[in-house]
């Protein structure tokens, strides 16, 4: 069975400040990847995918992340983190085959907070 | 277009009541999933459906609950003989089966409260 663990429960930058938020994976085959990103009372937004092809993937709001197999992980990042990047952010693996990831496996999330 | 979404958005009932939430995929959607994420966790998945029928319901926690989607299209997750456990934001999402890099979709959640 394929797990997220997501180390870092809380973290801290100043607006402005580049951020990484870590992610680490256990799956037997070649992973499908997600980053999530969800608000107070809001639902899951994606932020970007890892299906193949080429382990830097680009997302929405300036996000990135890289998926390095060496290392089962698949950390996000940013480089200049504005005071809206503020939310709850979630990693995910998904287990399937022919392009698909049916059943998605979750981290516990790391909850980022942005000081002006 | 339209977005998924979930009715209610809250659910306040007693122990050992019966609830039942509901949910609207993206129109065209094929692949419809529930999840049910608990205070500080990340969702876990709950059931997955391919068209009316459940293609993975190995999440399901008990024979309490149980999911339907007689249509194709909206799906209502039931809840029997509810447990203050079962206290949670439950999520639907949908999917476009046989989409290159499928990608499910999630909607805004029922925030389920058993007092």
């Known amino acids: 069975a394929q797990s997220v663990t997501q180390p870092d429960i809380h973290i801290t930058v100043s607006e402005g400040a580049s951020l990484e938020l870590r992610c680490n994976y256990s799956?037997?085959?070649?992973?499908?990847l997600f980053w999530y990103v969800q608000s107070p009372g809001q639902g899951l937004q994606l932020l970007l995918k890892y299906f193949s092809g080429d382990t830097l993937v680009q997302g929405i709001k300036g996000f990135e992340a890289e998926f390095k197999r060496s290392q089962s992980s698949f950390n996000l990042r940013k480089p200049s983190v504005h005071w809206s990047d503020a939310a709850e952010y979630f990693c995910?693996?998904?287990?399937?085959?022919?392009?698909?990831?049916?059943?998605?496996?979750f981290g516990s999330g790391t909850q980022l907070t942005v000081l002006p | 277009g339209a977005g998924v979404s979930q009715t209610p958005s809250n659910k306040v009932t007693e122990k050992g009541k019966y609830v039942e939430l509901r949910c609207d995929p993206i129109s065209g959607h094929t692949a419809l999933y529930w999840y049910r994420q608990s205070l500080g966790q990340g969702p876990e998945f709950l059931i997955y459906f391919q068209g009316t029928g459940a293609a993975d319901d190995s999440g399901l926690p008990n024979d309490r609950f149980f999911a339907v989607r007689p249509e194709g299209s909206v799906s209502t997750l039931k809840i029997q003989r509810t447990e203050r456990g079962d206290s949670a934001v439950y999520l639907c999402?949908?999917?476009?089966?046989?989409?290159?890099?499928?990608?499910?979709?999630f909607g805004p959640g029922t925030r389920l409260l058993v007092l």
């Open positions: 799956y037997g085959a070649t992973p499908y």
């Open positions: 995910a693996v998904g287990a399937g085959s022919s392009g698909s990831a049916r059943q998605l496996t």
């Open positions: 999402a949908s999917s476009l089966l046989g989409q290159r890099q499928e990608t499910q979709y």
